[in-house]
Structure formats: C-alpha cells, structure tokens
T-cell receptor
Framework: GNSVTQMEGPVTLSEEAFLTINCTYT??????LFWYVQYPGEGLQLLLK?????DKGSNKGFEATYRKETTSFHLEKGSVQVSDSAVYFC???????????FGSGTQLTVLP | NAGVTQTPKFQVLKTGQSMTLQCAQD?????MYWYRQDPGMGLRLIYY???????DKGEVPNGYNVSRLNKREFSLRLESAAPSQTSVYFC????????????FGEGSRLTVL
C-alpha cells in the first residue's frame, strides 16, 4: 500500500534560516505528491504539488522536487519567516486510490 | 466564500453519549472525507464518500458511522462516545482527486470525558 514518512519534529529555526523537511514515500504506480500546511487553529491547505518525476512544485517561496529515484519530495525554503510557523504535511495519491495518504506532519516554529 | 463548513467547532461529551458532526461544502465537489488528527499521528482517514450515494471505510472507522445526505453534506456520527475518540475532526472535499487539492474545514475539537 501507499505510505509517507516525514522527518520527526518539531523543528525550530531562526528567521531567515534555510529550511528542509524530509519526505519519502512508498507507492504503487506513479503517485502525485503534495505538501499541505496547517496554520494554528485552521484546517489544512494545499501548499504545492508535483504530478510526475522531476517536476518541481513551488509556492510562497517553498519548493519541492519529485525525485523518483530516491522516492523523495523534500520541502525547502531559502529564508523562513515567523509567519511560516505551522505544521507541514507531505501527502500522495496514486493509481485508483480515492483518497490521499498523509505523513504524520512536522511542526515548524520560526523565532524572530 | 464558505468552502467547507463544520459544526460544531467544540464539543464535550461524556462516555457513552452520542453526537453527530455536520459538514457541508458549497463547491459542488464529488468526494468528501472525514479525518481525525491526534498528536504525533498526523491525519487518519475515518470514512470517505467518493460520490453521492457511496461511502467507504478508511483507516480508523470503528466507533463511527457516516451519512452522505446529498452532494453537499456528509455527517459523522459517534453512537457511543469513548475517551479514545477525543480528537480534532476535519471534514474535507475535492472535485477531482488527481488535482490533490482537498479543501478542509476548520475542524471540530471533541473531548470525551
């Protein structure tokens, strides 16, 4: 079956630091990959996505590249802001699946 | 834009009581989902409805029932609440799953004493 493994949190960074949150996956077929973000007290919202190998998804300064050879989709941002503090979820869907499979989430706190 | 609306936002129950969480979406989406979110566990799928008139079990369906009342509404019922069901519950919907863009409600925080 499908599964997503994210790096353990929480992650605490200073403002303007570089961010990497690791995500690896196991899936049947050719999955589509996603990063969702959850701000405090809110539901999740889609941050970025990639639907085929070597695609790069990007949004709000965040990027992630679909690496089929390493089954990874790591999230990066060059300079984080306090407003980026949130929980980040990696997710995938593939084949005939009628649902998304989510990772366990990584809490990010950015300090001023 | 209302999007996905969940009610209630907060609820406290005693063990054995029943309750229904309501969810409605105004985006004409086909598929709707109920998740629970627990610390360290991420999101776990309880039930989903791929289209009006169908429902399927997810990863953790025990102790829950659902009803897809119409295309807009998808309710989650706890018949006899247990402390293990203390959680934050999220409803979500999507038009076409291959887009990956699930739209989530703001969540319902349930405490079972």
């Amino acid at each position: 079956g499908n599964s997503v493994t994210q790096m353990e949190g929480p992650v605490t960074l200073s403002e303007e630091a570089f961010l990497t949150i690791n995500c690896t996956y196991t899936a049947t077929g050719y999955p589509s990959l996603f990063w969702y973000v959850q701000y405090p007290g809110e539901g999740l919202q889609l941050l970025l996505k990639a639907t085929k190998a070597d695609d790069k998804g990007s949004n709000k300064g965040f990027e992630a590249t679909y690496r089929k050879e390493t089954t990874s989709f790591h999230l990066e941002k060059g300079s984080v802001q306090v407003s980026d503090s949130a929980v980040y979820f990696c997710a995938l869907t593939s084949g005939s699946a009628r649902q998304l499979t989510f990772g366990s989430g990584t809490q990010l706190t950015v300090l001023p | 834009n209302a999007g996905v609306t969940q009610t209630p936002k907060f609820q406290v129950l005693k063990t054995g009581q029943s309750m229904t969480l309501q969810c409605a979406q105004d985006m004409n989406h086909n598929s709707m989902y109920w998740y629970r979110q627990d610390p360290g566990m991420g999101l776990r799928l309880i039930y989903y409805s791929a289209s009006e008139g169908t429902t399927d079990k997810g990863e953790v369906p025990n102790g829950y029932n659902v009803s897809r009342l119409n295309k807009r509404e998808f309710s989650l019922r706890l018949e006899s609440a247990a402390p293990s069901q203390t959680s934050v519950y999220f409803c979500a919907s999507v038009g076409h799953l291959n887009t990956g863009e699930l739209f989530f409600g703001e969540g319902s925080r349930l405490t079972v004493l």
